[in-house]
């Protein structure tokens, strides 16, 4: 069974500083790799997706995620981050032939004056 | 485009009373999901469907949850009856077939007291 790891939970980060969110998969395959982000009372909406082809994706809003095959990872970076970049990021990771994605915990991003 | 519409955005009931959420997706999207927010965690499937059948209802507790999506577009998902753990954010998305992306709505927050 797929599952997604999300080390962070909570990550506070200065604005105009970097940002980089972790995210590790297990499953033996090359899966769909998305992150989306959550405002508060809203509902998810994608950042950036990766399905094949190029390692490293760009998304909206000026992140980006690499692909890792041999650590498994998707990490999502920003290289400056803004104050409205604050929310909740999820990893979420999809099979081949089937619909269903599994979302990692999230990681709640705080982002200081 | 519209995106995913869902109703109510919020509601709050007594337990043991019934609840029904109602989702409309992005038009032309034949792939419509259901999923369960817990506070702090991501998002987890109850049931997918494609066109007017449930290919995958296997995470539903079918002994007080049912969904059904008539004519393959609007869909709605009821608790009958609801129990206080099932206070949480039921998000609706939709998506156009294999390799693509999931829409989602800004969900519906249940409160059951």
């Known amino acids: 069974a797929q599952s997604v790891t999300q080390p962070d939970i909570h990550i506070t980060v200065s604005e105009g500083a970097s940002l980089e969110l972790r995210c590790n998969y297990s499953y033996g395959a090359t899966p769909y790799l998305f992150w989306y982000v959550q405002s508060p009372g809203q509902g998810l909406q994608l950042l950036l997706k990766?399905?094949?082809?190029?390692?490293l994706v760009q998304g909206i809003k000026g992140f980006e995620a690499e692909f890792k095959r041999s650590q498994s990872s998707f990490n999502l970076r920003k290289p400056s981050v803004h104050w409205s970049d604050a929310a909740e990021y999820f990893c979420?990771?999809?099979?081949?032939?089937?619909?269903?994605?599994?979302f990692g915990a999230g990681t709640t991003v705080t982002v200081r004056a | 485009e519209a995106g995913v519409v869902q109703s109510p955005r919020y509601k709050i009931i007594e337990k043991k009373q019934p609840v029904a959420f109602w989702c409309n997706p992005i038009s032309g999207h034949n792939t419509l999901y259901w999923y369960l927010q817990n506070l702090g965690q991501g998002p987890e499937l109850l049931i997918r469907y494609e066109n007017e059948e449930a290919v995958d209802d296997s995470q539903l507790p079918k002994d007080r949850f049912s969904a059904e999506r008539l004519k393959g577009v609007d869909s709605t998902l009821k608790i009958q009856p609801a129990e206080l753990g099932d206070s949480a954010v039921y998000l609706c998305?939709?998506?156009?077939?294999?390799?693509?992306?999931?829409?989602f709505g800004q969900g519906t927050r249940l409160t059951v007291v």
């Open positions: 990766y399905f094949s082809g190029d390692t």
């Open positions: 998305a939709s998506s156009y077939g294999e390799n693509t992306e999931a829409f």
């Open positions: 979420a990771v999809g099979e081949r032939g089937d619909y269903k994605l599994s």
